[in-house]
């Protein structure tokens, strides 16, 4: 039996080199660095009013009027974010995976909600709840009358909201952290006569400190550059300001693009100073001396019974909080717009979701007027379920197309380690984390908004070529956190599966395709779904590229409050907003199960589950099998 792998041909292997090379050098260039030097040199090219070219009138500017402000509250919200997001993010970890709480699995499930839905379906459902008309303030209202309806906006809102919505990075890293601490530790300064406090700060606490490093610096950085939630609520830091510049021009304000400029210049100052001091420390490496057979961690009972009743009431206080914006978003989806207007329960009905209904009101001179198809469903509205088909499809092309980048430069990368062009290629994939989200969007909105020669003169921004540029975005923001997961994966793979393939005849294409794919694949996937769940509902590059051929899912959730009731139209926008939450929910959450649930058991786990399948059916079988030859006997 033939046995051997068909070769591609002696001169193929190096003709995709030179054309993979010329290619990423190519996309590199072009959509990485030109955009953003040409971002940074408009800072310094604006003119006066003479015409001539003033390179310090943007600054002057800038220290002169209110721009400072936007910085200022920026920095205040990361700041804060810091000590809130951790206080809470650390508490729910060790609520659910360090002590012994009643309902800690309960808890988990609510503490991870912000995992199924986040950004601008996290905000709104929030606001659903606490906006001036929402339910929590309308029943805050009728018990304190005086009360101030206003109260959930501005810089207390948005800290709130992304104190919840940031702890899922904690739900995922810290916990995995702390679900690897050895036990054997914790006994042994425990019978050394360590109170359970102390054993927590000094042995537990310290085998986290890398992971909470890393945490702090990307919820800095999360806070640093918020959009969604100071859009929403009314605050005004630094990327809506940006976005808001972008779409103004010199007629409406003094050199607007040049200081949406320097504003995004000033967020990518301190990304890379921040991730320069992340990657210093880790450089510096941390090491735990643990034993030899480690042994898995046991919940620690909280002894001192005052102790243990406030700890289980601060774990299930946050658990509501987590929790009712979710349950009330999936209730109220189930109303009709005067339920939800009332912020009532009242009946059930799916007219959110599907479907369409007349909506008739009586006018001053006593006439009725009815305005066919004013209430829509989510997949009957033609606005929603475009927005729908657009992410859809924008949000799976980049994601695919980040993976497939990856995966080529990652097995480049692997077959000439230790030199200097695969490392120059790897720092090619990884020069988006150095610049904020907005930075990039925002280079890509001005320079390509031109025919532009370096894309054979055409204007990505112009009508639905938005799309493909939108694409582009998605891709490269994705593309440092595709590295990172796929070139972990790739570390599993045997140098002697290579050598094999090679002995047999195969090239390194083949090699490549037929050896080394089949084992990173699932990782891949991982990464595809992963990057796809945050890319449907991404709101910042959304606003950014906002445009009538470019609106986004989030930016239709975004809209459909301030749409409702307009004209007798879109009467029942909140429960659509309502809807297609649940929608995300739903997606999202599918999404993670097959990643995280399906995706992560391991070979022998599976052959289990299959095995157990199989007897199951086998034993229905047999029992109907069974039945039927005693019909036949009785017959």
């Known amino acids: 039996m033939q046995n051997t792998l068909k070769r591609s041909g002696p001169g193929l292997d190096k003709l995709w080199k030179v054309f993979g090379g010329v290619l990423f050098a190519y996309l590199f260039l072009g959509f990485m660095v030109i955009p953003c030097f040409n971002t940074l040199s408009s800072v310094f090219t604006t003119k006066d009013a003479a015409g001539n070219t003033d390179p310090l009138a943007v600054i002057r500017f800038f220290f002169a009027g209110s721009m400072p402000s936007f910085v200022w509250n920026s920095l205040k919200l990361a700041l804060c974010l810091v000590f809130t997001v951790n206080l809470v993010g650390i508490s729910i970890v060790l609520l ?12 988990r499930m609510g503490y991870m909600t912000t ?83 102390k054993v927590l700060l000094k042995v537990v606490m310290p085998t986290l400190l890398p992971t909470l490093f890393s945490l702090t610096v990307m919820t800095f950085i999360t806070g640093l550059c918020a959009m969604s939630a100071p859009t929403l609520l009314g605050y005004n830091s630094i990327n809506p300001e940006i976005v808001r510049l972008a779409g103004s021009s010199t007629a409406d304000e003094s050199f607007p693009q040049a200081r949406a400029a320097l504003l995004s210049v000033i967020l990518a100052m301190f990304t890379i100073i921040l991730l320069t001091t992340l990657n210093h420390y880790e450089r510096k490496g941390h090491y735990l001396s643990v034993s030899k057979t480690k042994a898995k961690l046991v919940k620690q009972k909280i002894r001192n019974p005052v102790a243990n009743v406030l700890a289980h009431i601060y774990a299930y206080v946050l658990f509501v909080i987590y929790m009712t914006p979710v349950v009330m978003i999936v209730l109220f989806s189930f109303q009709n717009w005067q339920a939800i207007q009332a912020k009532v329960l009242n009946g059930f009905t799916f007219v959110n979701y599907f479907g369409t209904e007349n909506y008739s009101y009586t006018r001053s001179n006593g006439k009725v007027k009815v305005v066919e198809d004013a209430i829509s469903g989510m997949f009957s509205n033609e606005k929603t379920l475009g927005g729908i088909q657009l992410s859809f499809i924008m949000s799976a092309a980049a994601a695919a197309l980040a993976c497939v980048i990856v995966v080529v430069a990652v097995n480049y990368i692997f077959k000439n380690k230790n030199k200097k062009r695969s490392r120059a290629a790897e720092a090619c994939l990884l020069f988006p984390w150095l610049l904020p989200t907005i930075l990039i969007c925002y280079s890509y909105r001005i320079y390509f908004n031109s025919n532009v020669w370096y894309v054979f003169s055409q204007n990505l921004y112009y009508r639905q070529n938005v799309r493909i540029l939108i694409i582009i975005a998605y891709t490269v923001v994705k593309l440092p956190f595709a590295l990172r997961m796929i070139k972990a994966a790739f570390y599993a793979i045997d140098d002697e599966l290579e050598d094999a393939a090679r002995n ?23 990464v595809f779904a992963l990057n796809f769940n945050s890319l449907f509902t991404e709101y910042d590059m959304g606003a950014t590229f906002q445009s009538s051929n470019g609106t986004t899912y989030a930016m239709v959730i975004q809209s459909m409050t301030d749409e409702e009731g307009r004209n007798g139209f879109n009467r029942n926008a909140t429960g659509r907003r309502c809807a297609s939450t649940v929608f995300i929910m739903i997606v999202s959450g599918i999404i993670l199960y097959l990643v995280y ?3 992560a058991r391991d070979l022998a786990e599976r052959l289990e589950r299959r095995d157990r399948r199989r007897r199951r059916i086998a034993a229905i079988r047999a029992k109907l099998g069974g039945g039927k030859a005693e019909e036949k006997k009785a017959v």
Request: a positive charge; aromatic letters at 14%; glycine letters at 8%.
């Open 96 to 107: 659910t995976e360090y002590f012994d709480i009643k309902g800690a699995k309960v808890l």
């Open 597 to 599: 649930g399906v995706g």
């Open 504 to 526: 047999l005849g195969a090239s390194q294409l083949v090699t490549f395709l037929r050896v080394k794919l089949p084992i990173v694949l699932p990782s891949v996937l991982a």
């Open 115 to 197: 995992l199924i839905y986040s950004g601008v379906a996290l905000v709104t459902g929030y606001q659903f709840l606490y906006d001036n008309d929402g339910i929590v303030t309308t029943w805050l209202v009728q018990q304190f009358p005086m009360m101030n309806k206003q109260w959930f906006s501005g810089f207390s809102a948005v800290l709130f909201t992304m104190t919840f919505a940031c702890t899922s990075n904690h739900m995922l890293f810290l916990r995995n952290a702390i679900r690897g601490i050895d036990y054997n530790t914790v006994e042994a300064a425990r019978n050394l006569g360590a109170k359970p406090f």
